[in-house]
């Protein structure tokens, strides 16, 4: 019985806090029960405000449910990163958080690490979508 249909702008942060400066934010979720499937649109403008050491993470509409590690996954179908080395990216939402912990797979050396503003070059634009379960 609990059905909802919303918008929001989702933000790019460093995980100690700060935004960073957005040019595009485009957000569509649909919840039902305790499942949430956001589409997500973004563009930084830039991330000078951003910790070069600090892990990104992209905001959700609802906190996620406080059950086990992961409990939702970003799959991207487009993005512009600035670097040739990233072969894919993607995120993970984790137990209890509105936030989206980015990743890349980096091609060079096949490692899948936490992105953070000097992987993507100072830039981060990419549309993906969000299945996660919330509280």
Same mark, same amino acid.
């Given at each position: 019985?609990?059905?909802?249909?919303?918008?929001?702008? %989702?933000?790019?942060? #460093?995980? =100690?806090? !700060? /935004?960073?400066? @957005?040019?595009? =934010? &485009?957000? /569509?979720?649909?919840?039902?029960?305790? @499942?949430?499937? +956001?589409?997500?649109?973004? =563009?930084?403008?830039? @991330? *000078?405000?951003?910790?070069?050491?600090?892990?990104?993470?992209?905001?959700? %509409?609802?906190?996620?449910?406080?059950?086990?590690?992961?409990? #939702?996954?970003?799959?991207?179908?487009? !993005?512009?990163? &600035?670097?040739?080395?990233?072969? !894919?990216?993607? #995120? *993970?939402?984790?137990? *209890?958080? =509105?936030?989206?912990?980015?990743?890349?797979?980096?091609?060079?050396?096949?490692?899948?690490?936490?992105?953070?503003?000097?992987? +993507?070059?100072?830039?981060?634009?990419?549309?993906?979508?969000?299945?996660?379960?919330?509280?």
């Amino acid at each position: 019985d609990d059905y909802e249909l919303g918008t929001y702008s %989702p933000v790019i942060r #460093g995980h =100690q806090g !700060w /935004n960073a400066s @957005m040019t595009t =934010q &485009s957000g /569509n979720y649909v919840k039902i029960g305790d @499942m949430c499937y +956001v589409h997500i649109y973004v =563009q930084t403008a830039n @991330m *000078n405000s951003i910790s070069g050491s600090s892990y990104l993470e992209c905001s959700l %509409p609802f906190t996620s449910v406080n059950s086990g590690n992961t409990v #939702g996954t970003l799959m991207c179908s487009e !993005w512009s990163i &600035s670097s040739q080395s990233i072969s !894919w990216m993607g #995120g *993970n939402v984790s137990s *209890n958080s =509105q936030y989206i912990r980015m990743h890349y797979h980096n091609g060079n050396n096949n490692n899948t690490n936490q992105m953070t503003k000097g992987n +993507v070059n100072n830039s981060l634009n990419f549309r993906g979508t969000v299945v996660y379960r919330t509280a």
